[in-house]
């Protein structure tokens, strides 16, 4: 689904975000991307959907190679990846039915359809009550799961997660991740930068560690933190 | 296109934004009624330029006693002149007719009491350029025909200094009005891009989510470039119809006064030919409306870079 080969990024005055970076990350995989402020875990993310560019390195997402898509084309791509932020980047000025109906509008759907699946999927992430609330008027953990339903209307093939429950409260944050995992089981690739430990340590999933722009763990139902028999081993 | 659904998201953030939308319309408002205000002074003193250049006219008084054949000379004399391009047009007016516009001019009960007509026939020439009044005017001067007092050239009237530096002041006025309508109209560009650009500034998460969830640029457009157009639109039908007003007052006060000279025009709102192609409110309705649209597409670029 995502593939990184060699991928550097570099800010301007010579920041790295990310350097030789290479990665594979299958169809209908659950991946956490751990690792400090910084590490790289957000450029990651931005590249995938095209918001930034890479120095050098090639990005294939769903079999596009990203360096050749051509602008015009990056809207469809992104319309095939759902997106969940640590700050739910939710229209302030739309209703909860309004948000989710926006990623539906922009696909062109007819409306006969967006009356019928908005509501679907505002059910399911457990917000029928709230369909006419405005988001100021709900609780992070609930913005979170508009965020989500929004994230998942489409029924895109990749979600991608920046942080969704930096925000939010452990409990809450539970529910979340449980909407995610529900999700990942529909056969969508599920990708979810984070630095809550407890969920990583529960869920036991596969963990990306990244350190200055490097990737220095690659663990199938890995932990947050290295193990340290582990460590020797690595290095 | 989702017309219903682009329109229904212009007016809905015009709504909730009503303090900038009405900043915005406050702005196409200020900006095109100066612009329009300026274009109606021009066309008026155009207007009146013209006047002034049609009394720019010889008048030749010819002597009571003058033969028919005299009289059909100098009208050979003045014929040959139109033939070389130098007089536009002429007229004759025989005593009768000149006492008739004397009568309507003075009233009836002075030309009652007249014994005789003392009024003298006369030729009305008008000038194929008023600059050279002076040298078709001399012409005649000399002519036997001409009705002189001995010794001068009173015979021959024709416009006096004061009007030639009258119309040079205007042509002086009108160019500078075409700088001040330039100046103007980029000053409009200018406030309503940035109060477009201030307002879609407000707005960058906005179109950044957008972005995000995958919107195509047209469709992140679209509803800004209605709500250009919108306000836009009302700024200047209020602009239209404020200059409208200010011309209808303006040219009434100056007709009540006495110094009609320039016969300033009462623009009617909708249908005008020459500089309103379309009529004062609908070049400006358009023009507003045009102009902010444009403002939106323009300020919009820098956030819709991929």
Sequence with gaps: MIVFEDVTKVYDPDVVGLEDFTCHIGKGEFVFLVGPSGSGKSTLIKLILKELRPETGRILVAGRNLGTLRNSKVPLLRRNIGCVFQDFKLLPNKSVYDNVAYALEVVGEPHRSIRRKVPEILSLVGLAEKTNSLPHEISGGEQQRVSVARAFVNHPPLLLADEPTGNIDPETAVGIMQLLVRINRTGTTVVVATHDRDMVNRMRRRVLQLEAGRLVRDERRGSYDQVTEEADDAF | M??????????????????????????????????????????????????????????????????????????????????????????????????AIFRKRFGERIVANLPINPLPASYQIQVQNTDNVDKVAALFFNDPVVDNDPGTHNGVKYAKETVRKMLGTISLIEKGMWVVTIIFAAAAVLLISTTVRLSIFARRREVEIMRLVGATNWFIRWPFVFEGFITGLIGAILAGVFVWVGN???????????????????????????????????????????????????????????
């Excluded at chain 2, 009146?48 to 008048?59: D, F, Q, S």
């Excluded at chain 2, 030749?60 to 003045?78: C, G, M, R, W, Y």
């Excluded at chain 2, 006060?253 to 192609?277: A, C, E, H, N």
């Design chain 2, 248 to 306: 209808w007052g303006i040219a009434n006060w100056i007709k009540s006064t006495q110094i009609d000279f320039l016969s300033l025009r009462v623009y009617r709102l909708w249908w005008q030919g020459g500089t309103w192609p379309l009529g004062l409110l609908p070049t400006l309705a358009l023009l507003g409306a045009f102009l902010g649209a444009v403002g939106s597409l323009v300020a919009l670029r820098r956030h819709l870079k991929t």
């Design chain 2, 2 to 99: 989702r017309f219903s659904f682009f329109l229904g998201e212009a007016l809905g953030s015009m709504r909730r934004n009503w303090v900038m939308a009405m900043a915005a319309v406050i702005t196409v408002f200020i900006s095109t009624a100066i612009l329009g205000a300026v274009l109606v002074t021009r066309d008026n003193l155009n207007q009146g330029a013209t006047n002034l250049k049609n009394r720019v006219m010889i008048e030749v008084f010819i002597k009571d006693n003058s033969t028919p054949e005299q009289v059909t000379a100098l009208q050979h004399k003045i014929d040959t002149l139109k033939a070389q391009g130098q007089v536009k047009s002429y007229t004759y007016i025989s005593k009768e007719q000149a006492l």
